[in-house]
């Protein structure tokens, strides 16, 4: 990907006359703020020659990489104030070099070496990360490589009897789910970040996707896992349930490459669904919608899909329906409900989840708001660097809290954010739903100012304290980065905190696995 933009270049687009309106209407008149170029010339990378043949004797010298483009496409990820800071033209969190193993061996030997030299690892994926995960600490150490997984990319193992998979870190979720689907499977996790994000970044970020109602989260469908460690190797994961002591794979899902390097993951799978059908229904208050949402998962009666938006972005919907997904023509506030399986199962599960969401008041709109938001649910980022370009500052944060607790917390982000940015627009959305709580996940727009990178800082700073006070999590699963750190480590505590850094310093004494990362 480019790295001042998501995603491929083809698929990006203007903003359509529409949202061009809007956005005019919110912000004024819009601007035109095309990224800067790059420097000619990226820092001049720190390893010298002896330490670059070291690694090119490991994975091969065509593999070992440092020209500047290479090195441009592995700085930083695609939160906003990483392509902010890309476009214009800062790189000085570019690698001294890029390293792509071919296999386990070859990563552990190359995290072997690196904690031998002091060679700070970042393990990269997709490079989706929104918190400052590929950023690491350079201080005290000798340089920094990317550690590239893209030759990474095989189907290790089918078992069809327990409907497992094995698949190495490095495939893109489309890819998994093109080998997946040769056997008649599919893992069927579908995050905004799919097409680009890989099966390592989804076990070392705790990935929810967009089925999660149905299918869970991505650490629940780990059922075992092999990984690298400067101290040497671990393999988890002998049954699909175990009473002997703590469940290790948990240390290793949400860890964001600061342990080892995840190089497979196996994973729970399932048949490619006979049928899939979404639609919509229109709920008169978010209020409302909440009530229905925490009715369906108590009641055990979830969806695959289940999403529910307040009523401003129902209201952005309505305007620009392209942009995000329509809502029949009507207020209030849209739901999306999706189903998957066999005919005779969906029909089941649509008329029982239809019987409680009419009785509660809801009213049904039919597949044509459910078709409009499959087809531009992984779209949204592309519409960020459209209104980047038109100097409106945009950028995402999440959470997730007890059912409780819900408005509290909406309530507290919502006001922080209009007392630190000028007539933002914020808008919500719940897209994973639990027995005892729920995610929000806001999306926030305001008129960039001089310094957009501290405008957003200051508002994501107060957005944050306002989630900690009231007692929700600092990320549901965006994971914690450098972005995220004090936070985390307020709501782990200080035992929490030393327990984590006990941890670290077991398995990678030299500390070269992503400083400054996740440990606080």
Not at 451 to 478: E, F, L, M, R, Y
Request: aromatic residues 4%.
């Amino acid at each position: 990907m480019d790295p001042e933009r998501w995603g491929d270049p083809a698929a990006a687009a203007p903003l359509t006359p529409t949202a061009r309106e809007l956005v005019e209407l919110a912000f004024g008149p819009a601007a035109t703020t095309e990224p800067a170029p790059g420097p000619e010339q990226l820092p001049a990378t720190r390893l010298d020659d002896a330490v670059l043949d070291g690694l090119r004797a490991v994975v091969g010298r065509e593999h070992v990489l440092t020209d500047d483009e290479v090195r441009r496409r592995r700085t930083r990820g695609k939160s906003t104030p990483d392509l902010l800071r890309n476009r214009s033209g800062d790189f000085a969190d570019a690698p001294d070099a890029v390293v792509r193993p071919g296999d386990h061996a070859e990563v552990a030997a190359v995290v072997a070496y690196a904690a031998e030299h002091r060679i700070a690892v970042v393990p990269f994926g997709g490079g989706t990360c929104v918190t400052g995960g590929l950023a690491a600490r350079r201080d005290g150490f000798a340089g920094l490589v990317s550690l590239d997984l893209v030759r990474m990319k095989r189907l290790l193992d089918v078992d069809p009897v327990s409907m497992t998979a094995t698949l190495e870190p490095g495939l893109r979720g489309p890819e998994a789910e093109a080998l997946l689907a040769e056997h008649g499977l599919t893992l069927g996790h579908f995050p905004q970040s799919f097409e680009f994000a890989t099966i390592g970044g989804f076990a070392a970020t705790r990935s929810s996707g967009q089925a999660s109602a149905g299918n869970g989260r991505f650490d629940a469908m780990v059922v075992g896992l092999t990984a690298a460690t400067p101290s040497g190797d671990l393999r988890l994961g002998t049954a699909p349930a175990s009473a002997a002591g703590p469940d290790l794979r948990q240390l290793l899902l949400g860890s964001e490459g600061t342990l080892g390097v995840i190089t497979a993951v196996t994973v729970r799978v399932r048949p490619v669904p006979e049928t899939t059908v979404h639609e919509g229904w229109r709920w008169p208050s978010f209020t409302a919608g909440v009530t229905a949402l925490r009715t369906l998962a108590q009641a055990g009666l979830l969806p695959t899909v289940l999403r529910l938006s307040d009523e401003n972005e129902t209201a952005v919907n309505l305007a620009d329906p392209d942009a995000i997904g329509g809502s029949g023509g009507q207020g209030g506030c849209l739901m999306i409900t999706g189903y998957e399986g066999t005919p005779t199962a969906v029909t089941a599960r649509r008329d029982a989840v239809t019987a409680v969401l009419s009785g509660l008041g809801g009213t049904g709109l039919g597949e044509q708001p459910g078709v409009a938001w499959e087809r531009g649910r992984f779209g949204a980022p592309y519409l960020r660097d459209a209104l980047l370009d038109a100097g409106v500052l945009v950028e995402t944060l999440e959470t997730a809290t007890f059912w409780s607790r819900l408005d509290a917390v909406y309530d507290g982000v919502r006001a922080a954010l209009d007392a630190t940015l000028d007539g933002p627009m914020v808008l919500c959305h719940v897209s994973h739903v639990y027995e005892t709580g729920a995610s929000l996940y806001l999306t926030v727009a305001a008129k960039q100012g001089d310094d957009p990178v501290a405008q957003w800082q200051v508002a994501k700073t107060a957005a944050s304290d306002a989630i900690v006070a009231a007692g929700a999590t600092i990320t549901h699963h965006h994971a914690v980065g450098t972005d995220h750190l004090p936070w985390y480590a307020e709501e782990i505590g200080p035992v929490g905190v030393q327990l984590l850094r006990a941890v670290k310093r077991s398995v990678d004494p030299v500390g070269v696995m992503n400083p400054g990362v996740l440990v606080p």
